[in-house]
Protein backbone atom coordinates (compact mmCIF):
# COMPACT_ATOMS: atom_id res chain seq x y z
CA UNK A 1 0.00 0.00 0.00
CA UNK A 2 1.42 3.56 -0.99
CA UNK A 3 1.22 5.30 1.88
CA UNK A 4 1.64 8.51 -0.31
CA UNK A 5 -2.29 7.48 -0.92
CA UNK A 6 -3.02 7.15 2.72
CA UNK A 7 -1.48 10.50 3.71
CA UNK A 8 -3.43 11.92 0.85
CA UNK A 9 -6.48 10.39 2.29
CA UNK A 10 -5.86 11.38 5.83
CA UNK A 11 -6.14 14.80 4.71
CA UNK A 12 -8.59 14.93 2.71
CA UNK A 13 -10.80 13.45 5.74
CA UNK A 14 -9.11 15.89 7.88
CA UNK A 15 -10.08 18.85 5.89
CA UNK A 16 -12.90 18.01 4.05
CA UNK A 17 -11.79 18.92 0.83
CA UNK A 18 -9.83 17.37 -1.62
CA UNK A 19 -8.88 21.17 -3.20
CA UNK A 20 -7.66 22.03 0.35
CA UNK A 21 -5.85 18.37 0.64
CA UNK A 22 -4.34 19.20 -2.32
CA UNK A 23 -3.03 22.52 -1.14
CA UNK A 24 -2.12 21.00 1.87
CA UNK A 25 0.58 18.41 0.34
CA UNK A 26 1.57 21.03 -2.33
CA UNK A 27 -0.02 18.86 -5.54
CA UNK A 28 -3.12 19.58 -8.11
CA UNK A 29 -6.34 18.67 -7.01
CA UNK A 30 -6.71 16.43 -10.13
CA UNK A 31 -3.25 14.53 -8.36
CA UNK A 32 -5.12 14.36 -5.19
CA UNK A 33 -8.36 12.70 -7.02
CA UNK A 34 -5.87 9.80 -8.34
CA UNK A 35 -4.43 9.36 -5.61
CA UNK A 36 -7.69 8.91 -3.40
CA UNK A 37 -9.06 6.55 -6.67
CA UNK A 38 -6.06 4.39 -6.85
CA UNK A 39 -6.60 3.63 -2.87
CA UNK A 40 -9.82 2.95 -3.53
CA UNK A 41 -9.32 0.68 -6.26
CA UNK A 42 -6.49 -1.04 -4.22
CA UNK A 43 -8.91 -1.50 -1.42
CA UNK A 44 -11.64 -2.26 -3.21
CA UNK A 45 -14.39 -0.43 -1.93
CA UNK A 46 -15.96 3.79 -2.05
CA UNK A 47 -13.95 5.51 0.47
CA UNK A 48 -15.96 8.78 -0.47
CA UNK A 49 -19.21 9.84 -1.45
CA UNK A 50 -19.46 11.32 -4.69
CA UNK A 51 -22.98 11.52 -5.37
CA UNK A 52 -23.08 15.39 -4.42
CA UNK A 53 -21.66 18.38 -3.69
CA UNK A 54 -21.48 17.59 0.29
CA UNK A 55 -18.66 16.10 1.37
CA UNK A 56 -19.25 12.30 2.77
CA UNK A 57 -17.28 9.53 4.10
CA UNK A 58 -18.88 5.97 3.41
CA UNK A 59 -18.69 3.11 5.80
CA UNK A 60 -15.72 1.97 4.93
CA UNK A 61 -14.25 5.34 4.55
CA UNK A 62 -15.09 6.18 8.15
CA UNK A 63 -12.95 2.66 9.00
CA UNK A 64 -10.25 3.30 6.71
CA UNK A 65 -9.59 6.35 8.39
CA UNK A 66 -8.58 5.16 11.63
CA UNK A 67 -6.48 2.79 10.22
CA UNK A 68 -5.10 5.57 8.07
CA UNK A 69 -3.92 7.24 11.33
CA UNK A 70 -2.53 4.28 12.76
CA UNK A 71 -0.58 3.64 9.43
CA UNK A 72 0.66 6.83 9.33
CA UNK A 73 1.94 7.34 13.33
CA UNK A 74 3.55 3.68 12.39
CA UNK A 75 5.33 5.26 9.43
CA UNK A 76 6.52 8.29 11.43
CA UNK A 77 8.01 5.94 14.73
CA UNK A 78 9.75 3.27 12.45
CA UNK A 79 11.47 6.63 10.02
CA UNK A 80 12.22 7.62 14.14
CA UNK A 81 13.41 4.48 15.89
CA UNK A 82 15.52 3.83 12.37
CA UNK A 83 16.83 6.87 12.25
CA UNK A 84 15.04 7.55 8.49
CA UNK A 85 13.76 10.98 9.70
CA UNK A 86 17.81 12.03 10.87
CA UNK A 87 18.19 13.08 7.42
CA UNK A 88 18.37 17.24 6.91
CA UNK A 89 15.85 18.30 4.34
CA UNK A 90 14.18 21.78 4.14
CA UNK A 91 11.40 22.78 7.18
CA UNK A 92 8.27 24.16 5.05
CA UNK A 93 6.06 26.32 7.62
CA UNK A 94 3.14 28.31 6.90
CA UNK A 95 2.62 30.45 9.90
CA UNK A 96 0.23 33.18 10.56
CA UNK A 97 0.16 35.67 13.28
CA UNK A 98 -1.63 38.64 14.36
CA UNK A 99 0.33 41.79 14.36
CA UNK A 100 1.25 42.12 18.25
CA UNK A 101 3.24 39.12 17.80
CA UNK A 102 4.61 40.07 14.56
CA UNK A 103 5.96 43.66 16.55
CA UNK A 104 6.98 41.65 19.85
CA UNK A 105 8.80 38.06 19.59
CA UNK A 106 8.07 36.79 16.44
CA UNK A 107 10.74 38.34 13.82
CA UNK A 108 13.16 37.09 16.69
CA UNK A 109 12.39 34.01 17.20
CA UNK A 110 12.54 33.68 13.37
CA UNK A 111 15.91 34.84 13.67
CA UNK A 112 16.74 31.82 15.84
CA UNK A 113 14.73 29.39 14.16
CA UNK A 114 16.86 30.23 10.89
CA UNK A 115 20.46 29.98 12.89
CA UNK A 116 19.58 26.33 13.69
CA UNK A 117 17.66 25.13 10.90
CA UNK A 118 19.36 27.04 7.67
CA UNK A 119 16.19 25.35 5.22
CA UNK A 120 13.71 26.67 7.43
CA UNK A 121 11.56 28.34 4.72
CA UNK A 122 8.64 30.50 5.91
CA UNK A 123 5.28 31.26 4.81
CA UNK A 124 4.11 34.34 6.85
CA UNK A 125 0.78 35.56 7.22
CA UNK A 126 -0.51 38.41 9.24
CA UNK A 127 -3.67 38.38 9.72
CA UNK A 128 -6.17 39.65 12.58
CA UNK A 129 -7.54 36.54 14.70
CA UNK A 130 -10.81 35.55 13.14
CA UNK A 131 -9.05 35.04 9.74
CA UNK A 132 -5.97 33.36 11.40
CA UNK A 133 -8.81 30.59 13.22
CA UNK A 134 -10.42 29.93 9.93
CA UNK A 135 -7.48 29.45 7.60
CA UNK A 136 -6.53 26.53 10.45
CA UNK A 137 -9.71 25.49 10.15
CA UNK A 138 -9.63 24.93 6.18
CA UNK A 139 -5.57 23.66 6.44
CA UNK A 140 -4.67 26.79 5.26
CA UNK A 141 -1.50 27.38 8.19
CA UNK A 142 0.55 25.30 10.03
CA UNK A 143 0.74 26.94 12.55
CA UNK A 144 -1.38 30.43 14.38
CA UNK A 145 -0.61 32.72 16.81
CA UNK A 146 -3.77 34.85 17.41
CA UNK A 147 -5.59 35.86 20.35
CA UNK A 148 -8.57 32.85 20.28
CA UNK A 149 -7.57 29.08 20.19
CA UNK A 150 -8.60 26.68 16.74
CA UNK A 151 -11.27 24.99 18.47
CA UNK A 152 -12.20 21.55 16.52
CA UNK A 153 -11.74 18.20 15.85
CA UNK A 154 -7.78 17.07 15.77
CA UNK A 155 -7.15 20.73 16.08
CA UNK A 156 -4.87 21.64 19.40
CA UNK A 157 -4.17 25.09 21.11
CA UNK A 158 -1.67 26.31 23.71
CA UNK A 159 -1.92 29.46 25.54
CA UNK A 160 1.09 31.80 25.44
CA UNK A 161 1.75 34.65 27.79
CA UNK A 162 -0.92 37.61 27.53
CA UNK A 163 0.90 40.73 26.39
CA UNK A 164 0.86 43.71 28.98
CA UNK A 165 -1.74 46.14 26.77
CA UNK A 166 -0.96 50.20 27.22
CA UNK A 167 -1.53 53.66 26.33
CA UNK A 168 0.68 54.98 24.09
CA UNK A 169 1.32 58.71 23.18
CA UNK A 170 4.07 61.04 21.43
CA UNK A 171 6.90 60.94 23.66
CA UNK A 172 7.10 64.93 22.78
CA UNK A 173 3.29 65.85 23.18
CA UNK A 174 2.34 63.92 25.93
CA UNK A 175 4.27 64.81 29.14
CA UNK A 176 2.26 64.47 32.18
CA UNK A 177 3.07 61.80 34.21
CA UNK A 178 0.13 59.88 35.07
CA UNK A 179 -3.19 60.23 33.16
CA UNK A 180 -6.85 59.68 34.70
CA UNK A 181 -9.46 58.35 32.13
CA UNK A 182 -11.13 61.17 31.62
CA UNK A 183 -8.08 63.11 30.85
CA UNK A 184 -7.75 59.89 27.50
CA UNK A 185 -11.66 60.80 27.22
CA UNK A 186 -10.88 64.37 25.65
CA UNK A 187 -8.63 63.23 22.92
CA UNK A 188 -8.76 60.85 20.23
CA UNK A 189 -8.45 57.08 20.60
CA UNK A 190 -7.05 54.31 18.70
CA UNK A 191 -7.33 50.89 19.55
CA UNK A 192 -7.58 47.69 16.99
CA UNK A 193 -10.43 46.93 14.83
CA UNK A 194 -14.26 46.69 15.81
CA UNK A 195 -14.98 43.82 18.03
CA UNK A 196 -11.60 42.42 18.62
CA UNK A 197 -10.40 41.98 22.54
CA UNK A 198 -8.35 45.01 22.95
CA UNK A 199 -11.54 47.04 21.45
CA UNK A 200 -14.02 45.54 23.71
CA UNK A 201 -12.07 45.97 26.77
CA UNK A 202 -10.81 49.86 26.03
CA UNK A 203 -15.08 50.24 25.31
CA UNK A 204 -15.30 48.25 29.22
CA UNK A 205 -12.82 49.81 31.16
CA UNK A 206 -14.15 53.23 29.87
CA UNK A 207 -17.63 52.08 31.07
CA UNK A 208 -16.73 50.58 34.10
CA UNK A 209 -15.33 53.46 35.20
CA UNK A 210 -18.31 55.20 34.25
CA UNK A 211 -16.60 57.52 32.13
CA UNK A 212 -17.73 58.44 29.00
CA UNK A 213 -15.83 57.78 25.89
CA UNK A 214 -17.01 59.85 22.82
CA UNK A 215 -14.82 58.52 20.38
CA UNK A 216 -12.29 55.84 19.38
CA UNK A 217 -11.02 54.86 15.71
CA UNK A 218 -10.51 51.09 15.07
CA UNK A 219 -7.20 50.75 12.82
CA UNK A 220 -5.95 47.06 12.14
CA UNK A 221 -2.70 47.78 11.44
CA UNK A 222 0.15 48.87 14.40
CA UNK A 223 1.76 50.14 11.57
CA UNK A 224 -0.93 52.75 10.63
CA UNK A 225 -1.21 53.15 14.22
CA UNK A 226 1.66 54.12 14.87
CA UNK A 227 2.02 56.61 12.29
CA UNK A 228 -0.98 58.27 13.51
CA UNK A 229 0.36 58.59 17.15
CA UNK A 230 3.56 59.83 15.51
CA UNK A 231 1.78 62.68 13.61
CA UNK A 232 0.08 63.81 16.63
CA UNK A 233 -3.49 62.20 16.07
CA UNK A 234 -3.56 60.57 18.95
CA UNK A 235 -3.42 57.86 21.81
CA UNK A 236 -3.21 54.12 21.11
CA UNK A 237 -3.62 50.93 22.43
CA UNK A 238 -0.51 48.61 21.96
CA UNK A 239 1.09 45.64 23.10
CA UNK A 240 3.89 46.90 25.92
CA UNK A 241 6.47 44.54 24.19
CA UNK A 242 5.52 46.40 20.89
CA UNK A 243 6.04 49.53 21.71
CA UNK A 244 9.41 48.98 24.00
CA UNK A 245 10.66 47.73 20.19
CA UNK A 246 9.14 50.48 18.32
CA UNK A 247 10.27 53.24 20.35
CA UNK A 248 13.68 53.16 19.48
CA UNK A 249 12.99 54.73 15.88
CA UNK A 250 9.46 56.19 16.75
CA UNK A 251 9.20 58.82 19.32
CA UNK A 252 6.19 56.57 21.30
CA UNK A 253 5.85 56.42 25.10
CA UNK A 254 4.03 54.36 27.49
CA UNK A 255 1.48 55.98 29.41
CA UNK A 256 1.00 55.78 32.93
CA UNK A 257 -2.77 55.59 33.69
CA UNK A 258 -4.79 55.03 36.97
CA UNK A 259 -6.86 52.43 35.19
CA UNK A 260 -4.99 49.24 33.76
CA UNK A 261 -6.17 47.93 30.38
CA UNK A 262 -6.35 44.20 30.33
CA UNK A 263 -3.44 41.75 28.82
CA UNK A 264 -3.86 40.53 25.31
CA UNK A 265 -4.36 36.45 25.28
CA UNK A 266 -2.38 34.66 22.49
CA UNK A 267 -2.47 31.11 21.83
CA UNK A 268 -0.70 28.80 19.45
CA UNK A 269 -3.07 26.67 17.52
CA UNK A 270 -1.80 23.71 14.89
CA UNK A 271 -3.85 20.77 13.94
CA UNK A 272 -2.67 17.09 14.63
CA UNK A 273 -0.07 15.27 11.77
CA UNK A 274 0.40 11.79 12.13
CA UNK A 275 2.70 12.10 9.80
CA UNK A 276 5.60 15.03 11.10
CA UNK A 277 5.79 16.40 14.58
CA UNK A 278 6.76 19.31 12.72
CA UNK A 279 4.04 21.57 13.82
CA UNK A 280 4.53 20.45 17.62
CA UNK A 281 7.73 20.64 18.11
CA UNK A 282 8.44 24.53 16.96
CA UNK A 283 5.28 25.37 19.33
CA UNK A 284 7.30 24.03 21.89
CA UNK A 285 10.54 25.95 20.56
CA UNK A 286 8.22 28.90 20.64
CA UNK A 287 7.33 28.21 23.85
CA UNK A 288 11.02 27.54 25.00
CA UNK A 289 12.29 30.48 23.32
CA UNK A 290 9.44 33.14 25.30
CA UNK A 291 10.78 31.70 28.40
CA UNK A 292 7.80 29.41 29.29
CA UNK A 293 8.71 26.33 31.67
CA UNK A 294 7.47 22.76 30.78
CA UNK A 295 5.64 22.30 33.67
CA UNK A 296 3.45 25.13 32.87
CA UNK A 297 2.54 24.52 29.00
CA UNK A 298 -1.00 23.21 28.80
CA UNK A 299 -2.12 21.52 25.50
CA UNK A 300 -6.09 21.48 24.55
Not at 134 to 145: E, K, S, V
Not at 257 to 275: F, I, K, M
Request: proline share 5%; hydrophobic share 45%; glycine share 6%.
Amino acid sequence: MNLRFVEAYYWVVSLKSVSRAAQKLFITQSAMSSRIAALEQELGVLLLDRRDKQFRLTVAGMRFFNHAQRLLALQREIKGEMGGGSAQRAVSLRIGAIESVLHSWLIDWVHHMRQGNPDFELELTVETTPVLVDQIHRGALDIAFAALPAIGERLRSRPLPAMEMVFVGHAKTHRKRRYALADLAEGELLTFQRGSQPHVALLDLFRDAGVELPRVHNISSISAMVQLVEHGFGIATLPLAAVQRLSERVPLKPLKCEAALPPLPVHASYREDPTSAVAQGVVDAVLTYIGVPPNHRKKR
